[in-house]
């Protein structure tokens, strides 16, 4: 079995030691270094490169959860970001999400939820839990959908209102069949949706598809 390789970012080191440890019970993970801030973790992301998950706490000294993420993606735009906070407040969420968080967990989840949450981004490429859906649902109802949906999010919804098949889609847009459903997973995630039919109702209802 492949490990899946995290990094630990949090300022307290009772609650980083404490979920290093919790984690480290889970045998599909493999935790590669822990990090005290943004800034330290600057300094060891560069000797790990193979890390693919960031657990990121938002409030931290010097460099805090919302730059270092933003950092992160314009580094290592392939390493998925999960943040983790005491707040559940809606922007707190929005910040995170537009720094590039992948996804978006309280640090009152067990420790299985963590573990699920790793392996649905790594997969997916998303993962908010049910909670955090319905805050971000009623925070970005006032603001343009293209903030929180990527470029080629967006040329999938473009193409969910043909006639054409996932399949095709994949042919069309040069890419997996499997990278098509995580476009469609994803915004289903973001956007708090279940079918091809609501995808394309909220697109054209937000001007996301030309008609």
């Not at 990094?7 to 984690?23: K, N, P, Q």
């Not at 098949?165 to 973001?190: C, G």
């Amino acid at each position: 079995m492949q490990q899946i390789k995290i990094a630990l970012v949090d300022d307290h080191t009772l609650f980083r030691s404490g979920l290093a440890s919790l984690l480290s019970e889970f045998d599909e993970l493999a935790i590669v270094f822990e990090a005290v801030n943004g800034a330290d973790l600057q300094t060891k992301i560069s000797r790990h490169e193979d890390v693919q998950v960031v657990l990121m706490d938002i409030n931290m000294p010097v460099i805090d959860g919302f730059t270092a993420t933003k950092w992160m993606k314009e580094n290592y735009p392939h390493i998925y970001i999960l943040a983790l906070s005491m707040f559940e407040d809606e922007k707190s969420i929005i910040n995170m999400i537009k720094a590039g968080a992948n996804g978006y967990l309280l640090k009152e989840s067990k420790s299985s939820e963590v573990l699920f949450a790793i392996k649905t981004m790594t997969e997916k490429g998303f993962y908010i839990n049910e909670l955090v859906s319905g805050r971000l649902l009623v925070s970005v109802k006032n603001e343009h959908p293209t903030q929180i949906l990527t470029e080629k999010e967006l040329t999938f919804l473009q193409h969910c209102s043909t006639e054409l098949t996932y399949k095709e889609i994949a042919a069309l847009m040069n890419v997996s069949p499997r990278t098509v459903d995580n476009y469609r997973e994803s915004l289903f995630a973001k956007l708090n949706l279940k079918s091809r039919t609501g995808l394309v109702v909220y697109g054209i209802k937000n001007d996301l598809i030309k008609i």
